[in-house]
């Protein structure tokens, strides 16, 4: 575990798109599909997830965040947690706080205590969201508003209690359809212009707030199934895509972004892509 012992280290992330400075990321050194839990999983279920190719996918990934500034915390992978290497779900930092909640799934419960021992280990600040049931895939934040999907990893009674803890942020829950497992899989913040959605299985009153806030950037069915929305932003308009997503790095372009392209294919077998990958930790706003 890569371990950052600088008294003065701080959580804080107030946006999907801030230059990302420290992320948590765990190797999919025991990555497989044991339980099926998603869409991808099922398709992939016969065919199975290539554990050498997911490191060597993994550690070009994490290379590629280095070369752009961001320290890369590795936390320890364990036999017993399959989808470790979905960090983001584990915990979500929001303001200058890091939220650790329970995980809905049993096959990744447990994955909580080793984030919580880092950060105790480092002494950053952080909030544990006891019998609360939110991922962190199903929160994305711009600013004062945070969008919380209600799926059946995120419950709407845990939403309204993190409102209660939120009292600067305005919390709003986007309800879709359950079997795209998280909302960063239908939808994702790029800036505080543009966000990328799969519309139709978005509630449609929130659909509209979203087109009356948002420049939208539509995916369609076949980029949404190799998780076209689940980008990461670094900052600075620079966004981690995959390479067989072709429209949706074509449009993002077009919208002035840079796209660097980085395949984890092997990875999005199992229902997740970059920011599935990634629990951001700090994001320093650009000037």
Wanted: glycine share 6%; hydrophobic share 35%; net charge negative.
């Amino acid at each position: 575990m890569t371990l950052y012992r600088d008294k003065g280290t701080l959580a804080r992330c107030y946006s999907e798109y801030d230059e990302l400075k420290r992320v948590v990321l765990c190797p999919p050194q025991h990555m497989t599909i044991r339980e099926v839990i998603n869409e991808t999983q099922e398709h992939f279920k016969d065919v199975g997830i290539h554990i050498e190719t997911a490191m060597k996918q993994h550690e070009n990934f994490a290379s590629v965040l280095k070369d752009h500034g961001v320290d890369v915390i590795l936390l320890p992978p364990l036999s017993k947690y399959p989808e470790q290497v979905f960090t983001r779900d584990i915990g979500f930092t929001l303001g200058d706080t890091v939220f650790v909640a329970e995980m809905a799934s049993p096959v990744r419960q447990g994955e909580e205590g080793l984030l919580k021992k880092w950060l105790e280990e480092n002494q950053i600040p952080h909030k544990d969201l006891v019998k609360d049931r939110i991922e962190g895939g199903d929160v994305i934040i711009d600013r004062d508003h945070v969008f919380v999907g209600i799926s059946n990893r995120t419950h709407i009674e845990s939403i309204r209690h993190l409102d209660t803890l939120l009292p600067d942020f305005k919390v709003i829950p986007v309800p879709f359809q359950a079997k795209y497992l998280h909302l960063d899989c239908v939808f994702n913040v790029l800036s505080s212009e543009d966000a990328l959605i799969y519309p139709d299985v978005i509630s449609k009153d929130e659909r509209e707030f979203l087109s009356g806030r948002y420049n939208l950037i539509e995916v369609t069915d076949e980029e949404q199934f190799t998780l076209g929305t689940n980008v990461l932003s670094i900052g600075n308009k620079k966004v981690l895509s995959l390479p067989v997503n072709k429209n949706v790095n074509k449009k993002l372009k077009e919208r002035g972004y840079e796209v660097i392209e980085v395949d984890i294919t092997e990875i999005i077998k199992s229902g997740g892509s970059f920011r599935c990958c990634t629990m951001p930790i700090l994001r320093e706003r650009s000037h």
